[in-house]
């Protein structure tokens, strides 16, 4: 049992999600570091590994956090197996006692035309990425209502526009899914009265240093962010009101400004550079005139047929 907030964070064990850990720790957060790979942190050498090798593994984030005095306890899981998530989440409250911030940044990724999209590729990311989130938000649900409907969730995932399917239709497919929970659970919030609870989803302006980039990018360093970036941000929305960050589909450098920062240099790779932005500067409003128009709403726990 703890008297700190707690965050679950699901994919930590390299790159963001590890940098994640690792701030909200030095922040005063007891941390659940979550993935599925381990590894003896007591051996590993050198020590800490580079976050972006399969080196880093959840036992060596969690050690890490220990030894810079912070509080930490790596859980292993599978996001594909619901079973898995569900022990996951039940070990956070079996230690902690409850669960205040989950983060989700478990996530599969093959960019290619539907074409060139395997189905296991496809059912692999579809399983990571939105059932995976799904489960993790399913898990945590009655835990949030043992708190008091106090909590916040933190999904990567980006906003919603058509460029972002084109060339990778199957990845993008999951990744909007996961915005779409976003926007849709936190309409069940709002429509339930739960004013201390907020979903915001995040994703880079600019491309991050991660085993994913070092991929992509090897030729374009300077095109590149350190991951404090992202963890900085995701910090100022656990600190914002759930009411300037419920339903948000966010990116880091713009939520930043948001909150006051203008200064970028130190998260660049490359002193002096000017990291090339991936995003658009601005994004399609979702909302329609009759977006508070719901007509007559229908329940299907209510019909005897719903039940499975």
Known sequence: MTSKQVALIVGASRGIGRQVAIDLARNGYAIVVAAKSTSDASTTVPFPPDPNSSQSTIST?????????????????????????????????????????????????????????????????????????YGTVQASLPHFKANGWKGRIIVVSPPIYSRFFRGKTAYAMGKVGMSILTKGLAMDWEREGKKEMAITSIWPATAIQSAATENMDKGNVSDLRKATIYSDAILAMLRAPTSMVNGCLELDEDFLRKTGVTDFEKYNIVPGSNPRRIMPADFPDLSVKEQDDEGKRVDSTKFKSSKM
Do not use: C
């Not at 292993?76 to 409850?98: C, K, N, P």
């Open 61 to 133: 984030v969690e050690r890490e956090i220990r030894e810079a005095g912070g509080e930490a306890t790596a859980v292993t899981v599978d996001a594909r197996d619901f079973g898995s998530v569900q022990r996951m989440v039940d070990e956070t409250i079996r230690i902690y006692g409850h669960l205040d911030v989950l983060i989700y940044n478990s996530g599969a990724i093959w960019w290619a035309s539907v074409e060139k999209t395997p189905m296991k590729r496809f059912q692999l990311m579809q399983r990571v990425n939105v059932e995976g989130l």
